[in-house]
């Protein structure tokens, strides 16, 4: 849509206000609402937005101890540019709009999680290849209001739907269809493509399936969806976490399935196995992956969730068709050939995790990365030494992308050495503001992450 027909669009689908939404590093979804003037005489320049959106924590407290960026000083401005091939109606009377984040002086802010996927995309395209996703988002859902939930400190919560735990059963209390009928409805509303929904392996846990496409729209509709998640809870009363791990339950997951296309066609399908250029995708992404464990598990709880046999990979490793290893690789299709990452945490912010996964990916096939081998068997619960290790802690994986030497060079020095600052003032943090090392879930991180992760 061109900037000269947006007058005409809100005016005929009588709009009288307007959302402007992105996602700050931690993934929460950040925004305005605009009058309709504010919005349409603000296109050119962008939305200003004071630096903080990506200078705080999720406490609201200044990062420090790391180096200022240029795009950051005392209390600057920067300029939310928004795609208007996102404009969409979000509620009767109301429009939202998905933008990016730039400087006064014209500049991409470096750490822009949309601004970094789109710079990926662009060196893919540039080598012929157009990057295909899809993601699966998981999410535990309460009886209680967000209201009680909050007067009970995100403690002792009912599962919505029953407390048995067990995946993809359908006999389900009325209330918990009620909830996922109500998301999917407002999904059709909004536009948004889906391919499927269910319950997984925990009490009141969900997952939601975002339809295949470009990266770059399906990044956009994972952060609407659970926006749209949310806000269908509040109002039927209930509650929906993101929460990597909420309680000492099953953990939560957003894997991410990506291929390459060229010409229409599947780059990664080869009639005998994973095509040369899948090998070399894969040989970039094993090559960062103890690096990229730190974008794909961003807070102190994401790493709860890295426990053997339960469900997430634990190891450095990938394989045919295995879903104990972190990749697995889905090979002898023409259409469904791809890899699926199964890293990342519910909370992770997927923008991120899909650029640092493709730029690696990318970056392995410039290079011609040759993979390790597949592995074959049980990725879980290993005789020590035999293969390497997920980092397990933040400060772990803060110090493997500090050594990584992949992801500097697709994503850009400044957005890792940002990003390492604002792990380490996570962990910091932790310790420094009610958080003990040694006990299980505490309050301070549900009270942290359990309604903005």
């Given at each position: 849509m061109q900037s000269s027909e947006i007058s005409q669009w809100l005016a005929d689908n009588e709009i009288t206000s307007v959302q402007v939404q992105a996602t700050n590093l931690d993934g929460t979804f950040v925004g305005k609402t605009l009058s309709v003037e504010k919005f349409v005489g603000g296109l050119d320049q962008g939305f200003a937005f004071a630096d903080v959106v990506f200078g705080n924590d999720l406490g609201s407290f200044p990062v420090l101890g790391v180096p200022f960026p240029?795009?950051?000083?005392?209390?600057?401005?920067i300029f939310l540019?928004?795609?208007?091939?996102?404009?969409?109606?979000?509620?009767?009377?109301?429009a939202a709009v998905i933008g990016d984040f730039w400087t006064a002086e014209g500049e991409p802010v470096s750490v822009c999680?949309?601004?970094?996927?789109?710079?990926?995309?662009?060196?893919?395209?540039?080598?012929?290849?157009?990057?295909?996703?899809a993601v699966e988002i998981e999410a535990t859902v309460f009886e209680e209001s967000?209201?009680?939930?909050?007067?009970?400190?995100?403690?002792?919560?009912?599962?919505?739907?029953?407390?048995?735990?067990s995946a993809y059963v359908l006999a389900k209390s009325s209330d918990w269809r009620e909830y996922l009928e109500a998301v999917e409805a407002r999904l059709r509303e909004v536009g948004i493509a889906w391919e499927a929904w269910n319950d997984e392996a925990a009490a009141g846990q969900i997952e939601i399936n975002v339809a295949v496409g470009e990266v770059v729209d399906v990044a956009d509709r994972w952060a609407r969806t659970r926006q749209i998640m949310r806000e269908v809870a509040y109002d039927l009363g209930r509650t929906v976490t993101f929460m990597a791990k909420w309680s000492d339950a099953w953990g939560q997951a957003s894997h991410i399935n990506i291929s390459l296309a060229t010409n229409g066609a599947n780059a990664f399908y080869s009639a005998d196995?994973?095509?040369?250029t899948m090998s070399h995708f894969i040989g970039g992404v094993m090559q960062a992956m103890p690096g990229t464990s730190s974008i794909a598990l961003p807070f102190i709880t994401s790493y709860r969730r890295i426990v053997p046999l339960e469900g997430p990979p634990t190891t450095v490793t990938w394989g045919l068709h295995n879903?104990?290893?972190?990749?697995?690789?889905?090979?002898?299709?023409?259409?469904?050939?791809?890899?699926?990452?199964?890293?990342?945490?519910?909370?992770?912010?997927?923008?991120l995790v899909a650029a640092a996964v493709t730029g690696a990916g990318v970056y392995g096939m410039e290079n011609a990365v040759e993979p390790p081998e597949a592995f074959v068997g049980s990725a879980w619960a290993l005789p020590p030494g035999l293969v390497e290790n997920i980092p397990t802690t933040i400060t772990q994986a803060a110090a493997a992308l500090e050594a990584d030497k992949v992801l500097p060079e697709v994503l850009g020095e400044e957005f890792v050495t940002y990003w390492l600052g604002t792990r380490r003032w996570e962990w910091l943090a932790f310790h420094a503001m009610g958080g003990e090392p040694d006990v299980g879930l505490t309050a301070w991180e549900s009270a942290r992450y359990f309604e903005l992760a």
């Amino acid at each position: 849509m061109q900037s000269s027909e947006i007058s005409q669009w809100l005016a005929d689908n009588e709009i009288t206000s307007v959302q402007v939404q992105a996602t700050n590093l931690d993934g929460t979804f950040v925004g305005k609402t605009l009058s309709v003037e504010k919005f349409v005489g603000g296109l050119d320049q962008g939305f200003a937005f004071a630096d903080v959106v990506f200078g705080n924590d999720l406490g609201s407290f200044p990062v420090l101890g790391v180096p200022f960026p240029s795009w950051r000083g005392e209390l600057d401005d920067i300029f939310l540019r928004v795609d208007l091939d996102t404009l969409v109606v979000w509620r009767p009377g109301v429009a939202a709009v998905i933008g990016d984040f730039w400087t006064a002086e014209g500049e991409p802010v470096s750490v822009c999680p949309r601004n970094l996927l789109r710079k990926v995309v662009a060196r893919s395209t540039e080598a012929g290849y157009e990057v295909v996703a899809a993601v699966e988002i998981e999410a535990t859902v309460f009886e209680e209001s967000i209201q009680e939930a909050r007067a009970k400190g995100f403690e002792g919560l009912t599962p919505l739907g029953g407390t048995a735990g067990s995946a993809y059963v359908l006999a389900k209390s009325s209330d918990w269809r009620e909830y996922l009928e109500a998301v999917e409805a407002r999904l059709r509303e909004v536009g948004i493509a889906w391919e499927a929904w269910n319950d997984e392996a925990a009490a009141g846990q969900i997952e939601i399936n975002v339809a295949v496409g470009e990266v770059v729209d399906v990044a956009d509709r994972w952060a609407r969806t659970r926006q749209i998640m949310r806000e269908v809870a509040y109002d039927l009363g209930r509650t929906v976490t993101f929460m990597a791990k909420w309680s000492d339950a099953w953990g939560q997951a957003s894997h991410i399935n990506i291929s390459l296309a060229t010409n229409g066609a599947n780059a990664f399908y080869s009639a005998d196995g994973p095509s040369q250029t899948m090998s070399h995708f894969i040989g970039g992404v094993m090559q960062a992956m103890p690096g990229t464990s730190s974008i794909a598990l961003p807070f102190i709880t994401s790493y709860r969730r890295i426990v053997p046999l339960e469900g997430p990979p634990t190891t450095v490793t990938w394989g045919l068709h295995n879903k104990s290893t972190a990749i697995r690789a889905v090979t002898g299709h023409p259409a469904y050939s791809r890899i699926e990452y199964r890293l990342p945490g519910s909370d992770s912010n997927i923008y991120l995790v899909a650029a640092a996964v493709t730029g690696a990916g990318v970056y392995g096939m410039e290079n011609a990365v040759e993979p390790p081998e597949a592995f074959v068997g049980s990725a879980w619960a290993l005789p020590p030494g035999l293969v390497e290790n997920i980092p397990t802690t933040i400060t772990q994986a803060a110090a493997a992308l500090e050594a990584d030497k992949v992801l500097p060079e697709v994503l850009g020095e400044e957005f890792v050495t940002y990003w390492l600052g604002t792990r380490r003032w996570e962990w910091l943090a932790f310790h420094a503001m009610g958080g003990e090392p040694d006990v299980g879930l505490t309050a301070w991180e549900s009270a942290r992450y359990f309604e903005l992760a």
